[in-house]
């Protein structure tokens, strides 16, 4: 029992050094005159384990990071890369895709050639009788591919 009051004693001092208190008395050097009174003087100690314990957390040096200033680009815009649009005329309308897809080219649209405005369900049942843009032209991979159809046998 003795220990402990001995401990929180010390530990009681620890704390009020470390956060500076001052003499509640007031210093002997602050009753004099003006010209002659001494600063007074604080003790200021380094945080110990002791008062870190007690929950005073300790100080964090600031860190200065070099302002960032933004540099000009010089580099020309790069072009979109061109792709050669396959030929798949007379192609499965299934594999056209395909082929359309391995060359880099995913806008597909695809249209009844016959002009009834039927729906290429079945996509294996098709042939593909012409397409837009023409075999060989070089577009972007972003440019629309329109595949004309008809139903095998027609």
């Known amino acids: 029992m003795r220990c402990t009051v001995i401990t929180a004693g010390l530990l009681a001092a620890a704390v009020l050094t470390a956060c500076g208190t ?14 002659s009174a001494k600063p007074s003087e604080s ?22 990071q070099p302002p960032t200033t933004a540099k000009p680009t010089t580099a020309k815009p790069r072009a979109p890369q061109l792709i050669r649009v ?3 005329v007379g192609h499965n309308h299934q594999t056209a895709q395909n082929e359309m897809q391995a060359a880099g080219l995913h806008m ?6 016959t002009g009834r405005g039927r729906l290429l369900l079945w996509d294996r049942n098709w042939v593909v009788v012409r397409q ?18 008809k139903k095998i046998g027609e």
Not at 22 to 35: E, I, L, Q, V
Not at 108 to 113: S, Y
């Open 86 to 88: 396959p030929r798949v």
């Open 22 to 35: 001052a003499d509640p008395a007031g210093s002997a050097g602050s009753a004099g005159s003006a010209g």
């Open 108 to 113: 597909l649209r695809e249209k009844d050639a």
């Open 132 to 149: 837009s843009p023409a075999p060989g032209e070089r577009v972007a991979p972003d440019t629309t591919i329109t595949l004309y159809s």
């Open 43 to 64: 003790a200021t100690a380094a945080p110990t384990t002791a008062s870190r314990a007690a929950g005073t957390p300790r100080p964090t040096p600031p860190t200065a």
